[in-house]
């Protein structure tokens, strides 16, 4: 069972990290992480308030600890965040190429006007 | 060029008669590179900010395709590593139409001196290159390459880092140009050897490769 909990936990990391890491709508994008926020949120008050209802649930899993299984969700939390922030640094960092090239090209003399009039 | 005051103004005017126009794209060098280069008489390309050797070597063919009269593009090191009979016989070869691209291999002669980890490494990244394109490279990882107006115009390169070579080498295996290769020398001067890439950079160049 513990066997079995584990490979659902590593085949869902890789398939969200992989659906996050592949372009697609930015909009779209930004919701998933908002409703996976809010579940992660939702489920650490719960489990505060409730920790035995987390262990029972630990157990059907076969996990065992409750904490074991926080930790778990946490890993996977820990992983998409850092997958999507990847992604969102790898198009701030295209934007600001994009932008520092045009005033690179902007600012320096235009190439023609250097031919009629060498120095 | 990033920092390379030193030598940056020997190696333009070393190109000079042979190349009348010369872009250097400074990447936010802060030892007064663009002095030295301007002086030199390069046109310099400024970066506002370092963004890495990939994002200048793409700045630097959109400037030089700004003129229309532009045929051949050639890419240049600018710390002196290139020797200019190579380019110059690359860039002939451009221009008499042999290939729409001449790209720089120090492994077709005996004239370069490596240390026998880096050619292992170099060597893996060309069968890298040729598993990955099946353009049967000799050298993936060489700044001296000469392009034609319609392939120069054609490359878009997004790695701002090391991983660029990679990339250009799949974005001219992807437009199926005709290529060929020519030996050239590199010559490692103490100076080059202490600011060029160290090993552990081939670490980065996959990483940026496995997750861009």
Redesign the interface.
Known sequence: MLIFVQIVLVISVLLVSIAL?RGGSNARHLAIRRVLLVIFGISAIFSVFFPTVVSAAATTLGIGRGTDLVLYATLVCFFVFMATT?QRF?HA??S??KL??R???D??????Q??SSPK | MFNEAKVVGDVIRGLLPQFP?IVC?DDGSSDGSQAVANAAGA???????N?GQG?AL??GL???L?????ACVITFDADGQHRVEDARDMALRVLAGEADVILGSRFLDRRTKLSRMKRLVLKTAALQSRLATGMNLTDAHNGLRAFNRNVASAIHL?Q?RMAHASELVHQLAAMKVNWKEQPVEIIYTDYSKSKGQSLLNSVNILAELL??
């Open positions: 890491m990847y790898r960092e295209n600001l190429t520092a090239r005033i690179a090209l600012e320096a003399v235009d190439p023609q250097r031919r | 126009n794209v046109v310099v390309v400024q970066h506002p900010i963004l994002a793409q700045t959109e400037y030089a700004q003129d229309p009269h532009t997004t701002n997750f861009r």
